[in-house]
């Protein structure tokens, strides 16, 4: 607690991890973060099934563009948003698309353009043609599993799957107490490195100084670990957790007429890809 109020997610040290954060608070236009995780997650499932089996650019690049359009409108305009859609992704896909490439067997490519040659290797251009084309499909799977990765927290997630396909509450909140341990292992671990440096333990530099200090870490990081499982458990033991087949729920995450729409137009812009420039059966 503040002054103030509750300490909001975004005030709190580690938010970034926490699972347990509370939803972003965004202006209205950032609607991802206002739709059910259900729908965020089932819409795009079709078109990821899809770009699996494609071979050609064209599709890619097109669900490439609509993840875009969704990430820059319905998510918070944030400086690591900016990094990973117009720096990570597309370097990692260029990345990816010359090691594949390189791999492609050049007996199955075009070889009437010559790119590269080394003695008698030679990297022709259908393999960098198909090599991209791969890294495309890659990245648009990935752009797509953002719109509900950058829009969506792990209890909403959670509560979701237990309100509304009827995920057994035992392995939904249990599965989500697991989660939370990440955090607490990134503030114990904070505090055994402050500790350390108290104690000026391990002190140095180099490869081995490193490993010294990391196995110095991992010892009072799994005692924390298990005084913290212990304590979980005596928690839940004492709440009566997984007594009784349900459990009331304190925050409710509904299934709304927005979500259906959503669902519905994702899915006719993924059919209307399909349709533009998927060739026509027989060709």
């Known amino acids: ?19 347990y954060a509370d939803a972003v608070t965004a202006a209205p236009v950032r609607f991802l973060y206002r739709l059910n995780p259900l729908a965020k997650l089932l819409a795009p499932v079709p078109a990821m099934v899809l770009l699996v089996f494609v071979r050609d650019a064209a599709i890619p690049l097109a669900f490439l563009v609509v993840s875009y359009a969704l990430l820059l409108v319905g998510v918070r305009f944030t400086p690591r948003l900016v990094v990973l859609l117009l720096l990570a992704l597309p370097l990692g896909a260029v990345a990816i698309g010359f090691g594949f490439a390189l ?7 075009d070889h009437s353009v010559v790119l ?18 791969t890294a495309l499909r890659i990245a648009a799977i990935v752009a797509l599993t953002l719109i509900a990765g950058l829009s969506t927290t792990g209890p909403d997630l959670v509560r979701a799957c237990v309100q509304q396909l009827r995920v057994p509450y035992r392995i939904g909140y249990t599965a989500l107490a697991a989660f939370r341990f990440v955090p607490r292992f990134g503030h114990e671990l904070d505090v055994i490195r402050q500790a350390h440096r108290v104690r000026g333990a391990h002190g140095g530099r180099g490869p081995l100084a490193g490993i010294a200090r990391w196995s110095g870490y991992l010892v009072p990081l799994l005692a924390g670990a298990i005084r913290h499982a212990e304590r979980v458990a005596l928690a839940m033991d004492a709440r009566a957790f997984g007594a009784y087949p349900d459990r009331t729920e304190r925050h409710l995450v509904p299934f709304r007429a927005r979500d259906v729409v959503f669902i519905v137009l994702f899915l006719a812009a993924s059919a209307a890809i399909a349709w533009i420039f998927l060739p026509p059966p027989g060709r």
């Open 116 to 133: 590269w040659q080394v003695g008698s290797w030679k990297l022709y251009g259908g393999a960098l043609l198909i090599g991209m084309a």
């Open 1 to 19: 607690m503040t002054a103030t109020g509750p300490l909001v997610a975004a005030q709190a040290p580690h938010a970034t991890l926490d699972p």
């Open 103 to 109: 791999w492609t067997d050049p007996a199955h490519v």
